[in-house]
């Protein structure tokens, strides 16, 4: 029952990733975490998202014969959101079909080169007139005068004159914002990297990048280790208030963690780590003061305080994340409690407020948070979402890991795909939400959000569909594998119950976008547009999302766009450029904090929000 | 031979301090290093040094009739200058009676109290509103709402969730510049504390602070252990170069001392380290660089560079200098590679650009630095003065120690004032200074510096320092005390050497003088205001510094004011006034270095200052 994945190749990324056949090449270029313009939502009108396929092209749609030349079409030149992933194919992504408000903060087409704007990091190589008899300035001085007013930590300036001596007064200045690093022997200056770090409850994603030409230039991912200390943010709150070394265990257990994605990073790319000079870490609230090893005791009770709201800076070496020995950690700045850096970097990341027109913007996590831009303020929510959408609280439900069915089509017969092309273990979120907008499609599942069973199901309800409803302890399930296909010899279910968790995740989000928009006196249908955020939100299908009501009607489809990880995107902008990390401040201080449950309707429209829309229009 | 030492105690600083009978009150003040105001140059003029003795006090003079009612006379109201120790003494002196530069930046009258204008330490106890739901915002920016913009480190952030709920979120807030150092327990508002360290080549002077009013709370000295492993900038800088170990041993060494002398003030005042949060460091720049471990090589090598010209921050946790754990070390910026942060502190301290006239000021430690503000220019040069008036290369030359001859009288005999009041041991240099002006006085020294033989002497020579004339080696000698009166049974005899010691240092200083006088062309009694510092300058007596031709002919006597230790001074100024830390680093910037030995006239400007004045009016 499994269908084959196919591997598609991104250039110049020189990634490969493996997507079901049939896949939109927009989503399938999404999963390895690059997110394409596309304006008009995927209608094909806009001719932003252009890619060449190199090898595996498939037909060219009606819409790339108006967009591309004879010449171009043979060429291999698509537009992602038209084509379909049929064969293993090679893709090449030009940066100018990247998402346009990371691409204009960050880059400068200089000759066809792209060149980070306003860096914070910045490496210059130097010949400096050494001293002489009438030229007695101080060698920072000597410095500065070459590459502006420094500071220098005693660290640096200990090391400084015989560096400096040594190599006759050629080198490379590191500096980042105004702080001499270093100086190196020779030119360095092509070797000057830093490190982007989502840091999720669940998962770990860090990139490493060329800070000259704000290029990727690796990426690791990995499960937070914290996982095993508590499941999400409160049980992790938890251990590290009720047990003596707590706190230490949860900081030493994702510090050691990252420091080996540092050295995965450096591995596949060749990078050595003491030419790295900066991570910028974005996470949630309590992940953030977990890394920072600052008590998140008072973010476990109302109401949910943190301690610092401004972006921290530490020493790399103190933290014991090896990276160049004067290298600096930033950790984003956070707006409250429950609405933490990796919202900051998603309202930088996504150009939030770039467009004067509504916007609202939902990131996806164990947590939801939602943003909304509309006459010129910013409000910001949380939802307890995550659970059901993290697979975590479902019968068989399991994280985006191997053995995960992520993802159910349905096409005459049900199709599943399973992470790492093995035999299933269980399923994940995305794949949950596929399976109910399935069935609301075919009125297997009513709107109340209830399974009917087999002899109440309308006839129209195909066999295989129909087939599959079970009775299942006191209620009844569907079985999405049978035992045999199925790892362990278990079948897979989904029950009525799974279900209903469903509804409470689905109806938060939509409770918290609904209150958001009321009380800016915005209507759905006033939004300019609707960025859908996360690492998991990027798996979702925006058919499937409106179907099951994530997002409240009326919100016409193309105005929904993906946005893939904009935590990690935040910190990688906050890491090339010294404007986007004061932006980063100003957002946070700017961003409104709405405590939901203190909304006097909150219990009606969350009641409401439970309820599956009657029509979807897929 | 020895007068007896009296005693007088100056309040509100409760220091006592012991000088020979007949000292003019105003030099005994200084030498407990409280600088007094007195433009008029000790005239009795201005009125400005008014003091009050409130047990033995002097005659009024008629000078003290036209300043003072009869009533103030006899409740012992005096100015200083006029006044003469004669009997133990106990004398107010009040906070208006200060050198006027050093008064206005620091304070300003509220109600009678000093308070430091712009401090950049404060506390601040506060009483935070605990959080609420509908009052969530992070502890940081609680904080800031009553303090205003906070940076903290991410140790302060760790104390500071549990510090601001195990109180209530009541307690003091102390802050450095922006920067947050602690938060509390209680109203500790009262104990804020600061240390001003002057880190001199011979010896270190410590001053304890409080910072919300700028007295001194105690003060420490001590000779700096370094001498131990170098008797001068250039041994040290050679010992920290060819030995392995050398660099840290001599910042082990000062930084040890230091310590101890902390616990020293700690112990005198009842104040605790940990209410210490900040220590300013003002030395030449070898011995700063000593002090923050940094390599001072290039500081022994022509053209003399030093590493760093700002002012350098340290924790003082990681220097290993006990105070509050997020203490910091200022370390004062510095103009050259002889010319440090001690004559910056001596701009400051001077307030030497705050008149328009042209200004010289002339430190004397074991370098002579000389610093000319004219024509909105600022210049400052060095020179090798130090060896001889610090008593180095002089036969029987010691620091002013105990057992150090330290002051000379010639009336009718010769009068000596032996540190200690032990027997003595040597001479130290303003000893050497006040023997040199007797003896040209006298005519029983030439003005080529020539001691002249029992046959050659003027009629006139009093027989006291005729009968001291002796035949010594291949020259002759002056005995200082005979065998009998000397500790080691060994008479102590200045040699016609020591005289040509002190000629060259006495050269070197004026040469330095007359050139940057020259070269700014500004004449000697051009100089509306010739300031001395220097620990040592303060005991030489302006007579017999202007007899030997310290300073060039021509400078109005009451023109010449001394500063006292204006390096300690100007650490003071930098612990307490954000401005004035501000301002040492403009004026360190500011200021030209001129390369003495560069100026085409220098050696025989040199030659010329050789030779001591025809005709010293005394």
Chains 1, 2 share one sequence.
Request: net charge negative; proline share 5%.
């Amino acid at each position: 029952m499994e269908e084959p994945e196919i591997a598609v190749t991104l250039e110049p990324l020189g990634k490969t990733i493996h997507v079901l056949q049939g896949t939109r090449l927009i989503e399938a270029i999404a999963s390895a975490g690059v997110t394409l313009d596309q304006p008009c939502g995927g209608e094909g009108t806009c001719g932003k998202c252009r890619v060449r396929m190199k090898s595996g092209a498939c037909e060219a749609t009606l819409v790339d014969q108006q967009c591309f030349s004879a010449k171009e079409i043979r060429q291999g030149w698509r537009l992602a959101c038209q084509a379909v992933v049929e064969e293993p194919a090679v893709v090449e992504v030009p940066e100018t079909s990247l998402l346009p408000s990371r691409h204009t903060i960050l880059t400068d087409i200089v000759e066809g080169e792209p060149e980070v704007a306003d860096p914070a990091l910045r490496k210059r190589y130097v010949e400096l007139t050494p001293p002489a008899r009438g030229d007695e300035a101080a060698d920072m001085l000597r410095l500065e005068a070459v590459v502006g007013p420094l500071e220098a930590d005693v660290d640096m300036l200990r090391l400084l004159p015989g560096r400096l001596r040594e190599n006759h007064f050629r080198g490379t200045v590191v500096t980042n914002e105004d702080e001499l690093i270093d100086f190196e022997p020779g030119n360095t200056e092509a070797e000057c990297h830093a490190v982007a770090l989502d840091l999720g409850t669940t998962t770990l994603g860090a990139m490493l990048l060329d800070v000259a030409t704000g290029q990727q230039r690796a990426m690791a991912s990995r499960t937070n280790p914290q996982v095993a200390l508590g499941d999400d943010v409160l049980s992790r709150i938890l251990h590290a208030r009720e047990r003596p070394e707590g706190l230490h265990e949860l900081h030493r257990a994702v510090v050691e963690a990252i420091d080996e994605m540092i050295g995965e990073l450096c591995e596949e790319s060749g990078v050595r780590r003491d030419r790295i000079y900066k991570m910028t870490v974005s996470g949630n609230t309590t992940m953030q003061q977990l890394f920072c090893r600052i008590d998140t005791s008072s973010l476990g009770e109302v109401p949910f305080v943190p301690t610092a709201a401004r972006r921290i800076i530490l020493a790399a070496a103190k933290l014991g994340v090896t990276i160049h020995p004067r290298g600096r950690v930033y950790v984003m700045p956070v707006i409250g409690g429950f609405v933490g850096g990796d919202t900051v970097s998603g309202i930088l990341a996504t150009g939030l407020v770039e467009n004067d027109d509504p916007t609202l913007l939902v990131d996806i996590g164990t947590n939801g948070e939602i943003v909304l831009f509309a006459g010129d303020r910013l409000t910001a929510a949380s939802t307890a979402a995550g659970p059901a959408f993290e697979g975590a609280r479902i019968s068989r439900g399991m994280r985006a890991a191997t053995g995960a069915i992520e993802k159910v089509l349905f096409d005459q017969r049900l199709h599943l795909h399973v992470v790492g092309n093995v035999a299933p273990v269980g399923l994940c979120g995305s794949a949950l939400v596929d399976l109910a907008a399935e069935l609301l499609r075919h009125g297997v599942l009513t709107s109340e959000g209830r399974l009917l069973p087999q002899d109440k199901l309308p006839k129209s309800v195909p066999s295989d569909l129909r087939r599959r409803i079970v009775a299942h302890k006191k209620g009844l399930a569907f079985v999405l594998t049978e035992e045999s296909e199925t790892a362990g010899d278990r079948p897979i279910l989904v029950t009525q119950r799974d279900f209903r968790e469903l509804q409470l995740a689905t109806g938060a989000i939509r409770a918290g976008v609904t209150i958001l928009l009321k009380r800016a006196g915005v209507k759905p249908e006033d939004l300019d547009r609707v960025l859908i955020a996360g690492g998991f939100g990027n798996f979702i299908r925006r058919s499937n999302a409106q179907r099951i009501g994530l997002l409240p009607p009326g919100i016409p489809r193309n105005r929904i766009r993906y946005q893939g990880n904009t935590s990690l995107a935040g910190a990688r902008l906050a890491a090339l450029s010294r404007t986007a990390r004061v932006q980063a401040e100003q957002l946070a201080r700017r961003t409104e904090h709405v405590d939901l449950s203190s909304d006097p309707d909150f219990q009606t429209i969350f009641a409401d929000a439970m309820i599956f829309p009657d029509d979807g229009r897929d």
